[in-house]
């Protein structure tokens, strides 16, 4: 798997936009076998090219109802992040995934791809509120199979 944790502008990202399916080196330190998958992290108004076709848009997080470290809730919650996904140069499609499974899909199926919400960062901590310029995405990227 390949960690990309760059804007689309960096030349470092041109570079690693390699063909799926050998063996590449991580910008993170050490080689990684890529099965596939390109592991990207952004923020609220980044994008990212992990290859030629794809540019995933992580657009903001339209709702957050994780329940926050520290709390007894009764259910988890859930955050849900909109991103856009656009191929080659053509419209830009909407979707909104979401970091609990059960209150809607968590991955979306696109154009061959697969794009799957890993993580949303920073969790919520007791009543703190975090800013939206703060949150990171982490998105895995893979080929559909």
């Known amino acids: 798997m390949v960690k990309i944790g760059l804007r689309a502008s960096s030349p470092l990202l041109l570079l690693l936009g390699i063909g799926w399916g050998c063996a590449l080196s991580s910008p993170f330190g ?4 890529q099965g596939g ?12 090219r ?21 709390y007894q809730c009764i259910l988890p919650g859930n955050a849900e992040v909109r991103i856009g996904l ?20 968590t991955r979306v199926e696109f154009g061959g791809y697969t794009v799957t919400l890993k993580q949303l960062a920073p969790y919520p901590q007791g009543e703190q509120r ?7 995405a982490r ?3 893979s080929p559909r199979r």
């Open 130 to 136: 975090i800013e939206p310029k703060d949150y990171r």
């Open 139 to 141: 998105f895995e990227v």
């Open 86 to 105: 656009t191929l080659g140069k053509g419209p830009t499609h909407e979707f909104t995934l979401n970091t609990n499974a059960p209150d809607g899909p």
């Open 50 to 70: 992990p290859d030629a076709i794809l540019t995933l848009l992580f657009s903001a997080v339209a709702k957050e109802s994780r329940c926050p470290t520290g």
């Open 37 to 48: 998958e390109i592991e990207i992290v952004l923020a609220p108004g980044e994008d990212a």
């Open 30 to 33: 050490g080689d990684e076998q």
